[in-house]
């Protein structure tokens, strides 16, 4: 028994969007779906696995455009996150998708919006969600202590961190959020980030020239 990850870069943004399933149930989710849904479908059909859900870190354009064709194409699949901070966001989704040459993509609302502290499953694995603003202020992730695993959005990078330039970023609270909220799971941690290669807490910890 145990979790499995497949992690598919989507969009021109190569943001990664992951797979996530118990081989036991075989109940499968996906974080951060921001395009290319045939072929995030079709990895999953392949293996046969029952897509129960759309976990979602944050707001912007590359991590959510594909969300309202997924539950177009299966209503059932339920969509949490992010944090209800970052609503504007994904009220004028279709106006910022156009503003950056995106396939257009419809605003919608999730099944559940997420808090600091709330518990999200795939099979029997428990993620707690942290919310930790600052690249936005509604952005959260997805820990899970039995798997060792951080799913970080773009919070945090391999020895980098998020970018603040953005509407409604701020810097002071994306450095808390990663000291307080991050920097204190276990070093082993594997953290798989919104972009590039995956990394550890204790590894950017030693390295991070940011923090």
Known sequence: MSLHVEIIPVTLFRQNCTLMWDDESGEAVFTDAGGNVPRLMEEAEKRNLKVKAVWLTHGHLDHISGVSEITALNPKIQVFGPHEADRFLLADLTSI?????????????????LSDGDTLKVGKY??????????TPGHVVFYCAEAELLIAGDVIFYESIGRTDFERSNHEDLIRSIREKIFTLADDTQIITGHGRMTTVGHEKQHNPYL
């Open 97 to 113: 998708t156009k503003q950056y040459n995106f396939p257009p993509a419809k605003p919608f609302i999730p099944t559940h919006w």
């Open 126 to 135: 428990a993620f707690k969600v942290l919310h930790v603003p600052g690249h």
